[in-house]
């Protein structure tokens, strides 16, 4: 199975802050990395596909990069509706599986 | 605009069986590959299984491997996940969503509310 590992698990930041959240893959899944948000109560929102193609309707200061096996998702400017938690996920293989959540949590 | 909305019993016991729905709407059902993803109180996500577009393929992750089945009606726009001999780790919140694709799913762009499923005794 490939182990998704995201870093850092919490972080606390400011509105306005840029935020960078990281996802290692074990092994090599080309661009096969996809990133939830999950807000509390609520189910998970596809946000990035592929890597990189942001979906229809989410704002552009979200953003992602990274192949092989290092992923990055970039928040520009933090927003108060951008509080939640952020999961990546492998689709390369299956069985699917996501990073254990990095919590994104009001300075 | 798509739509998915779980049902199923909510409380089970050890040893025990249930079976979730998923109400699809608003898409072309049987073009989509399936899945069901699960959350264990305060825990993270964790795929389930997922069947193709079709039905013909399905594949489940090790810890519900050999106690489950999933299935779909495509007239009916029906997804069903039927799990037995229930343990206490299978309570969760289980959620159907949508996959991108027909026969393989990468990756969930639709996802439903989600349905609390509790397994004690």
């Known amino acids: 199975d490939i182990q998704m590992t995201q870093s850092p698990s919490s972080l606390s930041a400011s509105v306005g802050d840029r935020v960078t959240i990281s996802c290692r893959a074990s092994q090599k899944i080309s661009s096969y990395l996809n990133w939830y948000q999950q807000k509390p109560g609520k189910a998970p929102k596809l946000l990035i596909s592929?890597?990189?193609t942001l979906q229809s309707g989410v704002p552009s200061r979200f953003s992602g990069s990274g192949s092989g096996t290092d992923f990055t998702l970039t928040i520009t400017s933090l927003q108060r509706e951008d509080f939640a938690t952020y999961y990546c996920?492998?689709?390369?293989?299956?069985?699917?599986?996501f990073g254990q959540g990095t919590k994104v949590e009001i300075k | 605009e798509v739509q998915l909305l779980e049902s199923g019993e909510g409380l089970v016991q050890p040893g025990g069986s249930l079976r979730l729905s998923c109400a699809a709407s608003g898409l072309t059902f049987s073009s989509y590959a399936m899945s069901w993803v699960r959350q264990a109180p305060g825990k993270g996500l964790e795929w389930v299984a997922s069947?193709?577009?079709?039905?013909?393929?399905?594949n489940f992750a090790d810890s519900v491997k050999g106690r489950s089945t999933i299935s779909r009606d495509n007239p009916k726009n029906i997804l069903y996940l039927k799990m037995n001999n229930l343990r206490v780790g299978d309570t969760a919140i289980y959620f159907c969503a949508k996959c991108r694709h027909p026969g393989y799913c990468y990756y969930m762009d639709v996802w439903g509310e989600g349905t609390t499923v509790t397994v004690s005794s």
């Open positions: 592929a890597a990189s």
């Open positions: 069947i193709s577009d079709s039905g013909g393929r399905t």
């Open positions: 996920q492998q689709g390369y293989n299956t069985p699917l599986t």
